[in-house]
């Protein structure tokens, strides 16, 4: 802000700085594994082999373009207005789910923007875990929604998904990046993610 000027005209306070997470990848899977942490490797091969263990079907469903699925995008909306529930500690309300499916501006943009990608991950049918982001120009997807159903934690679904979306970006995309968005958790950093920082200013008119 100061180096294009902004300050120099108006007051620019920063209001807030939010931690983010981006996970850098290159064309092959095997390489981007390799640079992962001796124990992130370990720990993502033992999700992988306790999936198979327990018989599991697992699967990873791609939207790119318009979300028409509107059955999906409510089961969606519940683990992200579960998992925010989560986090602050209080009971899940049917408010905030109403609040996060039918006057969301980012819904409203899953559903129109032709840049919009969600991936939705399923053990066994089940949606457990997904994110809802959209890809910019370097070659990169920001994702608002990043969400996992802790039921099934113990399957570290956040780190499968995020492994499985890789391999399929490397496959059918020139898209080299997921950013996590805001919120350093342990498996977005043992799944190769590096922090970054978001801030907002106010600009006093």
Known sequence: MAEAG?????PVKAEEERVCVKVPFNDNYEEYEKGLSRNARSNLHKAYSKVRRNELDMSLKVIQGPFTDKALLSEAMK???KRES???????????YIKHRYFSALVWA????????TFCFFLNNRLVAFMTGF?????????????IDSKYGSYAPGKLMIGESIKYLQEHTLIRG??????????????????????????QL
Do not use: C, Q, W
């Not at 902004?6 to 108006?10: L, Q």
């Not at 899953?110 to 990608?117: F, L, R």
């Not at 919120?183 to 801030?199: C, I, S, T």
């Open 6 to 10: 902004a300050a120099a005209v108006f």
């Open 79 to 81: 683990i992200y207005t």
């Open 86 to 96: 989560e986090r602050k500690n209080r009971r899940m309300d049917f408010i905030p």
């Open 110 to 117: 899953m559903k129109n923007m032709a840049s919009h990608y």
């Open 135 to 147: 890809a910019t120009n370097y070659n990169e997807i920001v994702f608002p929604y990043v969400a």
């Open 178 to 203: 997921l950013d996590l968005s805001r919120g350093d958790e342990r498996y977005k950093l043992e799944m190769g993610g590096v922090r970054h920082y978001n801030y907002r200013f106010e600009i």
